[in-house]
């Protein structure tokens, strides 16, 4: 099989373990709706002449009033500490096991992230404490200052 079709097997396969999920086939990103946030869970294809690896990272945004204000996440590996966790794809029984596999893993290691991520409070004292977590969640330091501002008025207009 392509490459292409091997990912379009996976990615199918994700898709169908994942039913509450909306994939954007777009941006290779499934999508739910959980109180004021999006969930995300968005696979990477590191594609080599005849396979593929995959990745993924999860990430939560917060609304306000549909307006999206701040998006904190992290690649699955990173989040369990041991750096990009890869799920290697070379024939159609890969893509259905690697999927499987990458399913369980976000379950074990995505769906805790996003749960704990999800509170605005634990984001915000996150980033004030700074150090790995708050580099985790939000690699770029130099946006710290902001989004703990947004967060501080989020969290504000909320109480």
């Not at 993924?56 to 966790?85: H, S, T, W, Y």
């Not at 379950?107 to 749960?115: A, D, K």
Request: net charge positive.
């Amino acid at each position: 099989m392509k490459v292409f079709e091997l990912q379009e097997v996976f990615l199918t396969e994700l898709g169908s373990l994942l039913p509450e999920w909306k994939y954007v086939k777009s941006q290779r990103t499934f999508k739910l709706k959980s109180g004021n946030c999006n969930w995300y869970l968005h696979i990477s294809c590191i594609n080599h002449p005849s396979d593929f690896d995959a990745t993924a990272d999860v990430a939560v945004e917060f609304l306000d009033k549909r307006k999206k204000l701040k998006i904190v996440g992290a690649e699955l590996g990173n989040i369990e500490g041991f750096g990009q966790r890869r799920f290697p794809v070379e024939s159609y029984d890969d893509a259905v096991g690697s999927a499987r596999r990458l399913k369980l893993y976000f379950e074990s290691v995505g769906l805790p992230f996003l749960n704990l991520y999800s509170d605005p409070k634990v984001v915000l004292l996150s980033l004030k404490k700074g150090g790995k977590e708050a580099m985790l969640i939000s690699p770029l330091l130099n946006l710290h200052a902001q989004q703990i501002e947004i967060l501080n008025q989020y969290i504000e207009a909320r109480t």
